[in-house]
């Protein structure tokens, strides 16, 4: 079975901070069993001297401040977030930019019950129902933020920095270097981005991914909303696709494939065979209401496709080379963001009319 890896949190007294908030609100301190988890952020979980379960978190690094105002202005939208499952934030500080949740014991992500085959289709349709019923909250003005996520990026896909060269492994300058010679694809990304600034923008969690899902006690969450904003809704939709399309591509690796042709038509199939999980997170999110947005469909394709060019530009960031499953990635995630229109059945969406972006 799969679990969670768990690793040895930063020392908590580094961070006086943390004891300051516990105390602050009666709940004593987090005692030495604590553990962390994952991620950009320093966490640690456990329970406080007081008895009270918390997953902790302190927001550091690039864009601290605003990563912490999105992601307290989830619970700021009152009883429409109530519609969508959500560890409970208990407490926040904003000086020390300190987030307290509620501590959701035992709980599996989405990522490892998939690894584990435990993912079903059910939990892939009541993921859908969780994005759609995001996606048609209702926003007063000034509530989330309204600024541009900061993918795609264009400027690596142009050219360089001397600091963004110096910081990048080989296999990203290696991708860099493919990409920067794909005058079509650069121009299917810039595009993607215009045809987003150009639709209807809804609450959207803008970090979708399998691992941002918890189970608890048979239940679904959504955590983690660090990126939340009012965006294009294909960003949300495209990502959860985008993380069986990057699954279908590491499943490649168990075939004998050989050629660069026959590694993506392997890809190709693997996809079809999660199709039905696709189809059901499709079916889920269309119950929260009608979509009719016809480009919904072909922009979720083409952000799936992007999602798959993060995922292994992120993959890459200790390798020398890129190896052939990088490329295989590198192919499929072409074809989605060039051609998005042809790829809508197989990702378990609604063929769009010819023309719908």
């Keep these: ?8 949190p930063s020392d908590l007294k580094a961070v006086p901070e943390i004891g300051s908030v516990m105390e602050r609100h009666g709940w004593g301190s987090l005692t030495s069993d604590v553990v962390a988890f994952p991620g950009r952020n320093d966490n640690w979980a456990g329970t406080t001297s007081a008895g009270i379960g918390v997953f902790v978190k302190k927001i550091d690094g690039p864009d601290a401040a605003a990563r912490f105002r999105r992601a307290l202005s989830f619970a700021g939208m009152g009883q429409a977030a109530a519609k969508i499952a959500s560890p409970a934030c208990l407490a926040s500080d904003e000086a020390t930019r300190v987030l307290v949740f509620e501590l959701l014991e035992g709980a599996r992500n989405g ?5 584990d085959g435990l993912f079903t289709q059910a939990l892939a349709g009541e993921a859908g129902r969780m994005v759609g019923r995001l ?7 000034g509530t989330l933020d309204t600024t541009v996520p900061s993918w795609p990026r264009l400027g690596g896909l142009q050219a360089l920095t001397m600091g963004e060269f110096a910081s990048r492994s080989g296999a990203q300058l290696e ?17 993607l981005g215009e045809l987003s600034r150009q639709v209807c923008r809804v609450p959207t969690h803008c970090d979708l991914r399998l691992d941002q899902f ?36 590491h499943a490649i690796g168990h075939t004998a494939q050989v050629t660069a042709e026959a590694i993506i038509s392997s890809g190709v199939r693997e996809l079809e065979s999660r199709r039905p999980f696709l189809q059901a997170f499709w079916s889920g999110y269309q119950e929260t209401g009608e979509v009719t947005d016809p480009g919904l469909a072909p922009r979720s394709a083409a ?9 292994v530009l992120a993959a890459s960031t200790e390798r020398a080379r890129l190896s052939a499953l990088d490329r295989a990635g590198i192919g499929i995630a072409r074809r989605l963001l060039c051609s998005p229109d042809l790829f809508c059945d197989v990702l378990g969406l609604p ?4 023309g719908a972006r």
């Excluded at 079975?1 to 690793?7: C, D, G």
């Excluded at 990522?111 to 690894?115: G, M």
């Excluded at 006690?217 to 399309?245: H, I, N, S």
Aim: glycine letters at 6%.
């Design 1 to 8: 079975m799969s679990v969670v890896a768990e690793f040895s």
């Design 214 to 249: 918890l189970i608890h006690q048979g239940k679904l969450y959504l955590a983690d909303w660090e990126e939340l904003r009012v965006e294009d809704p294909a960003r949300d939709v495209g990502a959860f696709l985008g993380e069986w399309v990057a699954r279908s591509v």
């Design 175 to 191: 991708l860099f270097g493919l990409l920067q010679k794909d005058a079509p694809l650069v121009s299917a990304i810039a595009g």
């Design 135 to 141: 996606h048609r909250m209702p926003v007063a003005d």
């Design 303 to 311: 952000f799936a496709g992007w999602h798959l060019l993060d995922r």
């Design 351 to 354: 063929v769009a009319p010819k």
């Design 111 to 115: 990522n490892t019950l998939e690894q």
